[in-house]
């Protein structure tokens, strides 16, 4: 228990409000919080400590009724949460066997009199499972009349549970983030050893002060000091600096913080890619570092990267503007494009917007005037078109017939089609409405 | 010797306030059976004669009970039950069966608790046999074989509107056309929160229901409740510790007396008046005693008060990272410049970098950075999709959004947010001023 920080005023109040076992206790307490703020840490523990009869139940794990309430059963059933021969495995699949089995379960197990905690993680999944659920949840204590506290933990607020005719409210606690000098304080509680801990704590604010404007998950700070720590004591291994220079230490540290922030809190590059990396790093300058989403380039065959590009054009052209761009003689009406040109700035560009719906049609006649050379519209171009939708480079727009006049909309971003457009000598800027 | 008499005297007042608190925590929990009722005779009286005459005379009848959440609607049919088991006559004649639309979700399985209820024959322990078309059947048959001599059956319906979404309302409609003809006398009680519903029932099953209702409208005044804060808090008669009881309900009196605490019970008062949320208000500081705080002191209520009262949003957004704050306030800014239109990705990533750009102090982050923090907001609800399709539809950056936050909400959390940068406050309250 007191290896928790920082959640002093949290623990006074759950633990006050458990009680003792044979205590009765509010029939439902909603905890809510941003991620890692020690929910189901002080919960845990508190329930492990006092050793209260309680199942943990994840509603991501059990994502249908069924599941929900068998793993529940099962639990208290075996007191772990080991399998059971599937011989003795509690069948339920619904609310009705569900309330009644627990009351014979309890009673079997001699809980009667105590308190049984049943703690919902990430309850906001109960939303979309079927609607008697939670209210049923909520008044578990009045529907089996047996000494029972619901715990629902969350992220999102209380609010956004209610509908229809609203049901009995939990007690709501709320577990507010971590400071900065707290996140500081519960890093540092951890030193790698061989350093001292002032060292320690200052490298955890320089990290902090790069990656703290951007994210306040616990989690995912204390995963970054963990991997970018052998850097920043790398000079010290290597002999080039002292535990003291902490100017030259941050000199050396602060471009890989920046780099790491682009590349692997977005986890671009796997963690162990990301130690592989530093440890180049050491031998020889610029090694190359190719994320997940540098490596976007796709090879497509000949006409699929045309079908492509003139999606991307119908796509984010209006279709105004085609006269302009693919027919052969477009002198007169440039003039008058022209006077347009001045209104057409203020207007938000299309590559805002996003991308607009188009008929088959309209791609078939731009791919033509793109395409060079003669092309056939056989049935291979048509499947094109059909294995790009079922790629995600096209997608389907709502409504109309499939068959008769299908619209697309083009799925791809502008530095992907630049890409595909490159490799067959295309330059896809020149025709589109937003650069051109 | 002194030390020791002290010591025993200590536990012995802790065993006290134990007591006093497993007592106060029973009475406020769901399961207990409140005894005093608040403003509510004559709707008990008329429900009480109500069962008597189905138990006693075998009349068959229908009513509802309606009443908004938490007003006591279960409390008053559990209160009319338990004295009519008093009578002798009532106790051994009258059969109960206890529905509820949360458990019973569709006809099929309120059918075998019925069956079960009532330990019909083709039961065996709690296991019902048969198909459900089988034991339709077969409990109409049993009900319908009844005379006006035969057992009367009480039917207690609670949350009845969720028996009205069930395919066809056959049950609601057998048991209806039972308590319309001369079968076996039953007595069908609806207990529901919403007023509309007999605008729920079919034709036929509305045609066959006695249209009694009894509203139960919570109509304390303040001063009663005040009196039900004291009541609810006292101890009773049945305390083991009786000079313990008198002297804690004397302080609970004055303690309702107390300017802080009429203040708290007030605003809850203003808020909602049905008991359920007063219990819970109550249950904190009851928790609170122990041997170091043997009573309830106003600070307590007032603690209780404000664990109760926070704005959950405005906690969420205390919560969020500076970047996620400069987002949320270029959607402020979108939706004020453009009255409330929905917007995607790449306008508030315009938005946010014609901020950050401007000021050289600023760091700007690169556009996956920015995503990933706007896709937490997304997590976080606190951004909707406004058409939830799923994402292949349209590329993550263009999906249409509306922001949940209210302006203001924004600006006060701004207030509370921890070293928030002063550009940022500065940028929040001017919207067009760019």
Known sequence: ?436 | MGKAKKQRQDSEDEDVVLLTQTWLRTKLCQTSLPTEIHGLSKERRELLELIKRTAISGESNSVLVVGARGCGKSMLIKSVLEELTHETTVRENLLQVHLNGLLQTDDKVALKEITRQLQLENTIGDKVFGSFAETLQFLLEALKSGSQTSKPILFVVEEFDLFAFHRNQTLLYNLFDISQSAQTPICVLGVTCRLDVVELLEKRVKSRFSHRQLHLFTSLTFEEYQQLFVSVLSLGPDFPDQKHASQWNKSMQALSRDASVVDVLKKQYEMSRDVRSLKQLMMYPVCQLCGDHKWLAAGDFQDAMQISATDSKAAMLHGVSILELCLIISMKHLNDIYDGEPFNFEMVYKEYQKFAQRRSSMQVFDKPVVLKAFEHLIALELVRPLESTGGTRVQKEYRLMSLLVHPSQVLTALQKYPNCPTEISQWASCSLAV
């Open chain 1, 1 to 436: 228990m007191d290896r928790i920080q920082c959640r002093d005023k949290q623990i006074t109040l759950l633990s006050n409000l458990f009680g003792q076992p044979n205590q009765l206790t509010v029939p439902a307490i909603f905890l809510y919080g941003h991620t890692a703020t020690g929910k189901s840490l002080v919960l845990n523990s508190l329930l492990a400590n006092a050793k209260l009869p309680h199942v943990l139940v994840n509603c991501v794990e059990c994502y249908s009724q069924r599941f929900l309430y068998e793993h529940i059963l099962n639990v208290l059933h075996s007191g772990s949460e080991t399998v059971l021969e599937t011989s003795q495995l509690i069948k339920c699949d619904n609310m009705n066997d569900f309330v009644r089995l627990l009351k014979q379960e309890m009673i079997s197990k001699g809980l009667e009199k105590q308190t049984l905690y049943i703690v919902l993680d990430k309850a906001e999944r109960l939303r979309d499972m079927e609607q008697n659920i939670l209210p049923a949840f909520l008044r578990l204590q009045e529907l089996t009349g047996l000494n029972i506290c619901m715990i629902l933990m969350s992220e999102i607020v209380w609010e956004k549970y209610r509908f229809g005719t609203g049901f009995c409210d939990p007690l709501v606690i709320h577990f507010p983030d971590y400071s900065k000098d707290e996140l500081v304080q519960i890093i540092c509680s951890e030193v790698p050893e061989g350093y001292p801990e002032g060292f320690y704590n200052m490298y955890v604010n320089l990290v902090l002060s790069i990656f703290h404007y951007a994210c306040r998950n616990l989690k995912e700070l204390k995963h970054l000091v963990i991997l970018n720590f052998k850097t920043y004591v790398q000079p010290i291994t290597s002999g080039d600096a002292t535990i003291g220079d902490t100017k030259k230490l941050w000199k050396h540290i602060e471009p890989h913080l920046k780099k790491a922030l682009h590349t692997l809190y977005l986890r671009e590059v796997s963690s162990t890619q990301w130690e592989r990396y530093q440890e180049e790093m050491e031998t020889s300058e610029n090694v190359a570092l190719q994320g997940i989403s540098h490596r976007s380039h796709v090879d497509l065959p000949f006409y699929s990267k045309y079908l492509l590009i003139a999606a991307y054009l119908a796509s984010y052209n209006p279709a105004k503007s085609d006269k302009k761009f693919f027919a052969k003689n477009s002198g007169k009406i440039n003039k008058r494009l022209k006077l347009n040109q001045a209104k057409r700035k203020e207007r938000t560009s299309n590559h805002m917007l996003g991308p607009k719906p188009f008929p088959l049609d309209r791609l078939m006649a731009i791919f033509y005037s793109i395409v060079e050379g003669r092309v056939a519209p056989t049935a291979n171009i048509f499947m094109q078109i059909t294995s790009l939708v079922s790629l995600h480079f096209l997608g389907h727009a709502t409504g109309e017939d499939q068959i008769e006049q299908p619209k697309y909309k083009c799925l791809v971003s502008l530095d992907f089609i630049k890409a595909v457009s490159r490799t067959v000598n295309f330059e896809v800027s020149r025709y589109l409405y937003d650069f051109a």
